[in-house]
């Protein structure tokens, strides 16, 4: 990958909190392959976020507020890690690796063929 298809790489991993981001990488660089595969991983790794992100509010709102104390420290320590291993795709990216996100880089695969 040359510079600039790294930072695109890089942008829709560190982004991806966003899901508007890799979203645009994906529509603007939808030509190049490396890109547009890393693209619609951030994308998935960002559409899980959110997911889990309405699970988490659905279920503290039912029980009104009494499952966040034991809920709330989870959704921290899920959303640290989340941070820490879109650092380290990141990382991997700029070291001219080629990252793939367990089963999300599977699939993504196989609906790029």
Known sequence: ????QKMMTALSYILSITLLVPLIIFLVKKDE??????????LALSV?????SIVFTILGG????????????IYGLLLLAY?????????Q????????????????REKMM
């Open 62 to 73: 039912i029980t009104f507020g009494l499952l966040w104390l034991i809920l709330g420290p």
């Open 33 to 42: 392959e490396g890109v547009k595969f890393h693209a619609l991983q951030s």
């Open 48 to 52: 899980i976020h959110i997911i889990i």
């Open 1 to 4: 990958m040359d510079n600039d």
């Open 83 to 91: 941070l820490v291993y879109v650092i380290i795709l990141t990382v």
């Open 93 to 108: 990216v700029y070291q001219d690796q080629d990252p793939e996100i367990p089963l999300i880089g599977n699939l993504v």
